[in-house]
């Protein structure tokens, strides 16, 4: 079986700050390394977009535009999780947070939906103003 759990989330104030955690589990993730793995948002009313993304080692990352600098995506191969540093929060930044593994990339970080083979059930970001 293969899962990913996303954790984390809340309500917080505008300029306040969230971790967001992605554990994933099943023998497909046995090899956590050989997945590259993303994180997407997706507000009410619009698309999924994607926020961020790492590769297996982690040594390659990549931001959309609208977080670059608040947010730190890392990950600790040892326990088959990722993570989301959010500092300096807006409330566009409001929505539901999904992390995502890519089956077909370890060290290349894409950036579009269809890329990923894996998603969590997200977690709920708030930011009030």
């Known amino acids: 079986q293969v899962q990913l759990v996303e954790s984390g989330g809340g309500l917080v104030q505008a300029g306040g700050s969230l971790r967001l955690s992605c554990a994933a589990s099943g023998r497909t993730f046995s090899i956590f390394r050989s997945y590259a793995m993303g994180w997407f948002r997706q507000a009410p009313g619009k698309e999924r977009e994607f926020v961020t993304a790492i590769s297996g080692t982690g040594g390659i990352t990549g931001y959309a535009d609208s977080v670059k600098g608040r947010f730190t995506i890392s990950r600790d191969n040892a326990k088959k999780t990722m993570y989301l540093e959010m500092n300096s929060l807006k409330p566009e930044d409001t929505a539901v947070y999904y992390c995502?593994?890519?089956?077909?990339?370890?060290?290349?970080?894409?950036?579009?939906?269809?890329?990923?083979?894996?998603w969590g059930q997200g977690t709920q970001v708030t930011v009030s103003s």
């Open positions: 995502a593994a890519d089956r077909s990339s370890s060290q290349v970080p894409r950036r579009g939906t269809n890329d990923y083979d894996y």
